[in-house]
Structure formats: structure tokens, C-alpha cells
């Protein structure tokens, strides 16, 4: 896919921000005001609410990361999101996920199925196509991370993407039955952040998820609150993880 920048501009911390096209997928890359070798990258994941709603919290998080620890960081349109063109199956399975909850029945794994799966089987290779562009670039040179978004995305893309060394993953999606088997077999270090009052996640499968993972080195980070109730010293402490394992 053809990758192309689109816009610039200096932020007032010096942080360059850069949108991008890779095919048709909108992306925006942030890096750091200056480095004297290139930088690690992390690719911040997001759910598909698309990228205009999403970039307040996705600037903050990725601007931290290349102000404070010099890492540049990138995120993407995800498919049937934003600007993209809307996807009728993931449209379909959204309206049942709806109905469902209005109606107060539980949320079937077929509804689970339809809704996530298709996502991580388009969405994963997109990541890999944008990792291929982004490490080409000169001033980065990795090694990766990838944080946040919706977990089975990050699950598939901890198995079968060897240049991510790292993932901190956010509990708080649907989680596909077939996932919890691919979560065994990851094995690079991971930090998994998990609102204990998040009132659309299921605690006890985001807990089972995290016993599934194959990883050595892996830590639940559970905070009190709902969904946006994240606190700001929880998300300096998956800095810091990334820290540790990019540099």
C-alpha cells in the first residue's frame, strides 16, 4: 500500500505530528522533538470510534510518549470507522449487540463473534502494513509496542507480529471464545489495565484473558471506576513498562 504524508505541523512541545495515508487508511504519526538516534515506536490502538473522535485521548497518550520518553508513536484508521466506509456486517452485528443489551439479555458469543472477529482478521494485517511504512522512515528505528484498542486486536497482533516486543493491553472489549486460546500463546511482556467498575466489560473474562496469556512477565493493573474513570497515574505506569522494554 502507498504511503504518503499528508500534513505536518510543530506542537508547542515540540512534538512533530504528521497525517498520513497508507492506501486509503488515514493514520497520524507523532514523533519526538529531537533524537540522536532512531526512536522506538508505539502503535496506540483505539475502538472504532474513529480517529477525529478518538484524537484528544490519543494525542495526550502519544505526545507523552515522545515529549517525555522520545519515542514516536502512530495510530490508524481502524475499517468501518471514521472516514472509512461502513462495513454492513460489523453495521449488522453492532445493531444485535444493541438490541441485546436493550432488551437485558446477555450478549450471545455468536453477537461476540460477528462483532469482533472480521475486525482483528482485517484490522491486524492494516497494523502490520502500517509497521512495514513507519519503520522505513528514517528517525525510527524501533524496537515496537503496541497499547490500547480493542484487546483481541492487540491478542492477534502480540502472536503473529515478531517485531512487537511489547503490548499494554486495556480490558474493556467483547472478547471472542477463540481468543482466550491465542492468548496462550503470547509470550512477550505485557501490561494489562483493567477498570474494576467498567460497566460494558465482563471483569470475569477480562481476569480469565489475563490467566490465559502465555507471557512470563505480564501485570494486571486494576483501578477502581468505569470505563472513562482511567486515572492519569495508570497510564504513567504503562509508560514506564514501555520504558523498560524499548529502550
Known amino acids: 500500500m502507498h504511503f504518503a ?25 507523532w514523533s519526538p522533538p529531537a533524537a540522536s538516534a532512531p526512536a522506538p515506536l508505539v502503535l496506540i490502538g483505539h475502538p472504532p470510534l474513529g480517529l477525529r473522535a478518538m484524537y484528544p485521548r490519543l494525542a495526550g497518550r502519544a505526545r507523552h510518549y515522545a515529549a517525555e520518553y522520545g519515542f514516536a508513536a502512530a495510530t490508524i484508521e481502524l475499517p468501518g470507522s471514521g472516514v472509512r466506509p461502513r462495513w454492513a456486517a460489523a453495521e449488522q452485528a453492532r445493531a444485535e449487540l444493541h438490541r441485546a ?17 472480521p475486525l482483528v482478521e482485517k484490522a491486524v494485517p492494516e497494523w502490520q502494513a502500517a ?4 519503520l522505513s522512515l528514517p528517525g525510527i528505528g524501533g524496537p515496537v509496542g503496541y497499547e490500547g484498542g ?5 491478542v492477534r497482533l502480540a502472536v503473529v507480529e515478531p517485531r ?16 482466550f486460546e491465542e492468548a496462550r500463546r503470547v509470550t ?10 467498567d460497566e460494558g466489560n465482563d471483569r470475569q473474562a477480562a481476569l480469565d484473558l ?12 486494576a483501578n477502581l471506576g468505569g470505563h472513562t474513570g482511567v486515572p492519569r497515574f495508570a497510564f504513567e505506569s504503562g509508560a514506564r513498562f514501555f520504558a523498560r522494554h524499548l529502550r
Do not use: C, N
Open 164 to 179: 512487537i516486543v511489547a503490548a499494554g493491553l486495556f480490558a474493556g472489549s467483547l472478547i471472542p471464545a477463540v481468543m
Open 188 to 197: 512477550i511482556p505485557l501490561h494489562v489495565l483493567l477498570q474494576w467498575d
Open 210 to 221: 489475563y490467566d490465559a496469556f502465555g507471557s512470563t512477565e505480564k501485570t494486571l493493573q
Open 5 to 29: 504524508f499528508t500534513s505536518e505541523q510543530r506542537l508547542d512541545d515540540g512534538v512533530l505530528e504528521r497525517a498520513f495515508t497508507l492506501g486509503e487508511i488515514p493514520g497520524i504519526l
Open 101 to 117: 443489551k436493550e432488551a437485558g439479555e446477555p450478549v450471545g458469543g455468536e453477537i461476540v463473534d460477528a462483532l469482533v472477529l
Open 131 to 134: 509497521l512495514d511504512a513507519l
Open 150 to 154: 480493542v484487546i483481541s486486536v492487540g
